[in-house]
């Protein structure tokens, strides 16, 4: 079984871009979880989409947004780039229990 | 406002050595407890707990959760090199949210 899969692997842009990173959850999971992991910090849910909707959002700025596809893959859009932005960024997914599987992370650099 | 906290920070410890990680939680809508181990980028699934007093075992690591008391341990035993790793701790709320404590490093030294 294929495992979730995040591209690109690192992402290097500049204050004020914008950067769209993306996931394929495992097949046959429907739902897909977005989290930041900064330096220092723990994990910080991001979002949470599940059949194409947006069913919950952690305390995060609307510049944080996302999508989910009808094939269930997601893409986590972030506009207007900080600094503080840099960070790993984990995807996940899920059957209908609590055994999430992440991938192996997008690490954003904004410089 | 919801918190895990995980304990110790770090440690270190020798080849053979037996650890406890500690986690302890204040949620509102506590659904189950996860534990992970994160090596490198993608944190591992260890154990699922959702149930008081039912130990989860799996090789050498092994799990228990005490909803009264609000707190999980996660045990190694006979530790490894490759057992060095961040292990995090997380609760699953209601509204599919995890919210994960700052991790405990381990480090085994051979």
């Known amino acids: 079984e294929a495992g979730v899969t995040q591209s690109p692997t690192h992402l290097i842009k500049t204050r004020g871009q914008q950067a769209t990173l993306r996931c394929s959850p495992i097949s046959g999971h429907t739902s897909v979880y977005w989290y930041q992991q900064a330096l220092g910090l723990g994990l910080q849910f991001l979002l949470w989409y599940d059949e194409g909707e947006e069913r919950n959002r952690g305390n995060f700025p609307p510049r944080f947004s996302g999508r989910q596809f009808p094939n269930y893959s997601s893409e986590l859009n972030v506009n207007a780039l900080e600094l503080e932005d840099s960070a790993l960024y984990l995807c996940?997914?899920?059957?209908?229990?609590?055994?999430?599987?992440f991938g192996s992370g997008t690490r954003l650099t904004v410089v | 406002e919801d918190k895990v906290v995980q304990s110790p920070l770090s440690l270190v410890v020798h080849e053979g050595d037996t650890v406890t990680l500690n986690c302890s939680y204040e949620v509102t809508n506590f659904r189950s407890l996860l534990w992970y181990k994160q090596e490198k980028k993608a944190p591992t699934f260890l154990f699922m707990l959702?149930?008081?007093?039912i130990e989860k075992k799996s090789g050498r690591l092994s799990s228990i959760l005490d909803k009264k008391e609000l707190f999980s341990i996660l045990n190694i035993t006979a530790t490894q090199t490759g057992d060095s790793a961040v292990y995090l701790c997380a609760v699953v709320e209601y509204g599919n949210k995890l919210v994960f404590g700052a991790g405990t490093i381990l480090r085994v030294k051979s």
């Open positions: 996940a997914s899920s059957p209908w229990t609590d055994r999430y599987t």
């Open positions: 959702t149930s008081s007093g």
